[in-house]
T-cell receptor, first 113, second 111 residues
Framework: DTAVSQTPKYLVTQMGNDKSIKCEQN?????MYWYKQDSKKFLKIMFS???????INETVPNRFSPKSPDKAHLNLHINSLELGDSAVYFC????????????FGPGTRLTVT | QQPVQSPQAVILREGEDAVINCSSS?????VHWYRQKHGEAPVFLMI?????EQKGHDKISASFNEKKQQSSLYLTASQLSYSGTYFC????????????FGAGTQVVVTP
């Protein structure tokens, strides 16, 4: 049973399109995250939700909008995609924030052409 | 502000030791270590909280010097399976809940 799952695994789309990435965790964790990993492997936090409430919102263009319908799900919607959005997006979850281990999903490789 | 990791890369022969350092310019609440293999997700190794503790995971251990705001990861008697990119992540005392990762250290263990 996959602990943290993401769909799709690969996403190829054209500039200007809108796309969504879905994430689900079956670990019963309270906190979920979205990270972006660029081509240089730099891993940067984007958003964090704790019990469906947004607790971290980094300096991310407002074209990116997370949504947490319930504790087990955190989706990421991206409007008007740009070339610079190409990256691997990881979802993660943890029992709580700050001093708990995070479990990462397999990642979604987004390529914008 | 993200932590600074060094070295950027290290090549080891099986059985050799290595140290990866992680330092922050801000006071730290916790330090996290993850390993990521090529094409895979980062995997949690260990977390160190304020208090200067040391932890171990198989032959991989880490220390946390709270006063110097530094942590070190020790790879002892390295195995081929240790290859990957090691990331330290830090939570600073003024930014609770936000884990910021360093740029990573690529480790290659050769036979």
């Amino acid at each position: 049973d996959t602990a943290v799952s993401q769909t799709p695994k690969y996403l190829v789309t054209q500039m200007g399109n809108d796309k969504s990435i879905k994430c689900e965790q079956n670990l019963g964790h309270d906190t979920m995250y979205w990270y972006k990993q660029d081509s240089k492997k730099f891993l940067k936090i984007m958003f964090s939700y704790n019990n469906k409430e947004l607790i971290i919102n980094e300096t991310v263009p407002n074209r990116f909008s997370p949504k947490s319908p319930d504790k087990a799900h955190l989706n990421l919607h991206i409007n008007s995609l740009e070339l610079g959005d190409s990256a691997v997006y990881f979802c993660a979850s943890s029992p709580g924030a700050s001093h708990y281990e995070q479990y990462f999903g397999p990642g979604t490789r987004l390529t914008v052409t | 502000q993200q932590p600074v990791q060094s070295p950027q890369a290290v090549i080891l022969r099986e059985g050799e030791d290595a140290v990866i350092n992680c330092s922050s310019s801000k006071a730290l609440y916790s330090v996290h270590w993850y390993r990521q293999k090529h094409g895979e997700a980062p995997v949690f190794l260990m977390i160190l909280l304020k208090g200067g503790e040391q932890k171990g995971h198989d032959k991989i251990s880490a220390s946390f010097n709270e006063k110097k705001q530094q942590s070190s990861l020790y790879l002892t008697a390295s195995q081929l399976s240790y290859s990957g990119t090691y990331f330290c992540g830090t939570v600073t005392t003024d930014s609770w809940g936000k884990l910021q990762f360093g740029a990573g250290t690529q480790v290659v263990v050769t036979p």
